[in-house]
């Protein structure tokens, strides 16, 4: 059964290795039980990067996510918060910075971008 739910979310994936993009959609489910950007990044990341993916790995992610405020009028709303195997643990770090990057993220009508992969030439 679809969500009726506002809070339906939407991401852009970017594959370097295949030089596609792609927009996904977000379980409901997932969004019942992970409310806000940290706790889906962290999700994404326990399901797609395996042990053993060092952090300069392709297999690794980068992920750029919202959280459930971005883009209205409460102070802080903008906030953007990035996910990814760090280089001096290996293990998942998350980071947030505040600014207009989350607000523009969310009005552009997506919650998140997912980096995977590696180019094997600088591309635009």
Sequence with gaps: MESSSQYTLKM?????????????????????????????????LYEEV??????????NRLI???????????????????????PMTNMAGISQANGYFGAFLRQSGLHGIVIQGASREPSL
């Design 50 to 59: 395996l042990p053993g993916v060092e952090w300069s790995d392709p297999e």
């Design 64 to 86: 750029w996510f919202t959280g459930p405020l971005a883009g209205t009028r409460v102070a802080g709303g903008g906030t953007v918060s990035i996910a990814t195997k760090g």
């Design 12 to 44: 852009l994936r970017v594959d370097l290795s295949r030089n596609q993009v792609s927009t996904e959609k977000i379980n409901a489910d997932i969004t019942k039980l992970t409310i806000g950007g940290t706790g889906i990044q962290a999700r994404i």
